[in-house]
């Protein structure tokens, strides 16, 4: 399928069967919208543009770059677990407002994880692995760094354990960065593959929600260490990750805040919560969407004058992207990625963590509910309810599916809000990869 937009001051059309990007002038976008898109009206052109247009697009037909086959593939699915989020601590020293896992509580007890459990979660990864070489761990919480001395000496319990099974490990975190000192630090750099630290941008917006448990705004207690963080990290990965809500719908004055502090990876989430004050709701799209724009105007021009930095939501390669089987399979939670509460339950993932119905086992018996993971191993871009005729289909893969069901009821039932914030970004995204090709800055 194809798919015509503007984005900025161009006309695009993507192929979707191909994954080509073709700029064109406003009557050619408009020709296909109609034509190809039902959106528009044909009779609107006259015989001449019809026959121009057309005698336009038939070499890009001939080579297979425009309305082309979509090719039929089968998901990449596998029984090899690839990758443990554990929850290392269901506590948190800030109180987030929109926070999903119920400000680090998940709904139930405050709690950390044992050592024994989570080297137990290690043995599970490595057991159920299969012939996979490299493992992902991610530490998580509630805030991970109030379990630090744990978190090392789990790391090294696994770099033990992987050297004698012929496995390696990468291993990530996610911080508030309240307790990021020079030994933590140290240890990030040392041991993790990825670091990511939150701040929402602006200190007034940042603070009206990430707050301490006494009530005070965290970002004067924060901002210096994640700076210092970035400054001693090198070349390692890592992300500045803030959330935007009802309340900050300019958030692009956040993300070019971030970077003008001196931060080159970013991301910028829209908030998922039923909060009302805050919630992302239906009637706020036209302007997240045309935020996005104005987004990346700033973003460009930064690129431009030689200030770029790294805006995750913006990353569309259509060059060297994964492979199809890849992209059709979703994230592999359930199947090959999973999540590990404090008492050693499993979750399909993260999101997940506390639901009941979702509990497939635990680390202890090493045993996963077959029903469970069968509905998840079974679920892909070709179960996703109206993901086949989305042009995006296939670089967003059908969606969240702990969003879809906690916003739709069904996992393979995309959740709308999220959907139509999608699209615009890879539409922005794609701008983008044009530009930079453009400047030979790719």
Known sequence: MVHAFKCQDKYYIFDSGSESLHECDEITKNYVAAKYENSGDLSAFSKEQIQSIENDLAPLKAQGLFNAEEVKTYPLKSTEVKALCLHI???????CRYCFADEGAYHSAREFMSEETAKKAIDFLIENSGNR???????????????????????????EKSAKDGKKFLFTTTTNALLLDDDAIDFFNREMENVVLSVDGR?????????????????????????????????????????????????SKDVIFL??????????????????????????????????????????????????????????????????????????????????VPNGDIYPCHQFAGDKDFLMGNVFDGKLNPQIRS????????????????????????GCAANNYHYEGDINKPYKITCSMMKKRIECGMHTFAHKKDNKNV
């Open 89 to 95: 601590c269901h506590d948190c020293n800030l109180r």
């Open 203 to 251: 200190k007034e917006v940042h603070d009206a929600i990430r707050k301490t448990v006494n009530g005070r705004g965290s970002f004067d207690l924060i901002i210096d260490k994640i700076k210092k963080f970035v400054k001693s990290r090198g070349n390692k990965s890592y992300y500045v990750r803030g959330t935007f809500t009802a309340k900050n719908l300019d958030f």
């Open 133 to 159: 070489k490299v493992l992902e761990v991610d530490f998580f919480g509630g805030e991970p760094l109030m379990c630090l001395p744990t978190i090392k000496n789990v790391v090294a319990y696994a770099r």
């Open 375 to 398: 509905e998840f191993a079974n679920s892909s871009l070709f179960t996703r309810q109206g993901c086949e005729s989305c042009f995006a289909k296939f670089i967003c893969s059908g």
């Open 259 to 340: 970077a003008e502090n001196g931060f080159d990876s970013i991301s910028m989430e829209p908030v998922v919560t039923d909060i009302p004050d805050l919630a992302i709701r239906a009637e706020h799209l036209d302007a997240i969407n045309a935020e996005y724009e104005n987004l990346l105007g700033k973003y460009l021009d930064k690129y431009d004058k030689g200030e770029g930095f790294n805006f995750f939501h913006f990353n569309v390669d259509l060059e060297g992207g994964v492979c199809l089987r890849k992209k059709v399979s979703a994230c592999g939670a359930g199947n090959e990625y999973f999540s590990v």
